[in-house]
């Protein structure tokens, strides 16, 4: 015989109100309990929320940490309060140089680092072609708050490049 009300009850098909609170307040206390295995992902939501502000999109983590991209929305919205200890791993070891090539990064440093090579002497047309870009167009001439991240990766490379020696000014 099984005791009336219970969780046991509520198993054994009773669904009377005092057996669903008994099932209720198990459940609630299940989710409380430690899991073996899984953490609290609130360490996990803040780092999908600064690569976010660095302009790191859902589907670029995914493919980074080799995670479905739902599964990251679900985290970083709170969906999934805690996680397995892995998979937190693998989120927090991406960094922002996970970002894709179209997500939009701030343009603003893209521009100090062209007028700072200009101010050196470094001429337009050079910086312009080594860009990929045509005659001496040079983005900071764009109204633009965000540049492509493929756009800000060139101008780095570049700045590397001329300070590494691997660029002549005359070339």
Known sequence: MIAHPSRSAYNAGCRCAPCRQANTKYQRQRALRCEPGHVDATEVRLHLQFLSRKGVGRRAIADACDLNPLTIFKIRTGGRPRIHTSTAQRILA???????????????????????????????????????????????????????????????RLVRRIEGGYLQRLA
């Open 94 to 156: 991406v960094t922002e140089d996970a970002r894709a090539d179209c997500s939009l990064v701030p343009a603003a440093p893209v521009k100090y680092q062209l007028r700072t090579l200009i101010e050196d002497g470094w001429p337009r047309k050079l910086l312009s072609r080594e860009l990929g870009f045509a005659g001496a167009w040079l983005p900071i001439y764009s109204q633009a708050r965000k540049f492509e991240a493929r756009t800000a990766s060139k101008v780095e």
